[in-house]
């Protein structure tokens, strides 16, 4: 079945780095845009970064921009990301997911519709 | 604060039907597809609608989606206990390079 497994998550100190991994299987993984998305602890959704199917695009939301950068390896099944001049702000759980395309009466859309369970990004000092 | 406004809380009683707003702007829903995601706590948010109104074909059709304007809603029928969880909805947003955006989340309890 679709499974998208997250892991490279821990404690790290502001200022620092970490490289998270998100592992597909069960689909074709080149065949679709990847995404990045986080939750702060007691907190809503906050979508972070996607990447095409190439890697020949992606796309930061603005409080990640020039910190977190997006790829993947589609000969492996990977999608990464990596963090640097991490923040306590950045204190989240950390989700990969799949996007998908739909369709209307004469138009394309596209949404998130597989996610991974998440791993744990902890920024203290 | 979210782009997407909900009401932080709902509640139904089993067997009722319920429904969560999502209020946005022509930038997204005026303009893009809403979906909805229904999360556990300690779980992964769970698709429950894309575009509007399409349903996967595992979730229920207790569950139900429209949108009017600038304003998309998500029904609940039928309203059972594990239906307790936190319910969020999404869209893209042209404003701006365009990015996706969510709402804050509804927490609904079923009393």
């Known amino acids: 079945q679709v499974q998208l497994v997250e892991s490279g998550g821990g404690l790290v100190r502001p200022g620092g780095s970490l490289r998270l991994s998100c592992a597909a299987s069960?689909?074709?993984?080149?065949?679709?845009?990847m995404s990045w998305m986080r939750q702060a602890p007691g907190k809503g959704l906050e979508w972070l970064s996607y990447?095409?199917?190439?890697?020949?695009?992606?796309k930061n939301a603005d409080s990640v921009k020039g910190r977190f950068t997006i790829s993947r390896d589609n000969a492996k099944n990977s999608l990464h990301l990596q963090m640097n001049s991490l923040r306590a702000e950045d204190t989240a759980v950390y989700y990969c997911?799949?996007?998908?395309?739909?369709?209307?009466?004469?138009?394309?859309?596209?949404?998130?519709?597989?996610w991974g369970k998440g791993t744990t990004v902890t920024v203290s000092s | 604060q979210s782009v997407l406004t909900q009401p932080p809380s709902a509640s139904g009683t089993p067997g009722q039907r319920v429904t969560i707003s999502c209020s946005g702007s022509?930038?997204?829903?005026?303009?893009?597809?809403v979906n909805w995601y229904r999360q556990f706590p300690g779980t992964a948010p769970k698709l429950l609608i894309h575009?509007?109104?399409q349903r996967p074909s595992e979730v229920p059709d207790r569950f139900s989606g429209s949108k009017s304007g600038t304003s998309a809603s998500l029904a609940i029928s039928g309203l059972q206990s594990e239906d307790e969880a936190d319910y969020y909805c999404a869209a893209w947003d042209d404003s701006l390079t365009g990015y996706w955006v969510f709402g804050g989340g509804t927490k609904l309890t079923v009393l």
């Open positions: 069960g689909f074709s993984f080149s065949d679709y845009y």
């Open positions: 022509t930038s997204n829903i005026g303009r893009n597809t």
């Open positions: 575009g509007d109104h």
């Open positions: 990447i095409s199917k190439s890697s020949s695009h992606t």
């Open positions: 997911a799949r996007v998908e395309r739909g369709s209307g009466d004469d138009f394309y859309y596209y949404y998130m519709d597989v």
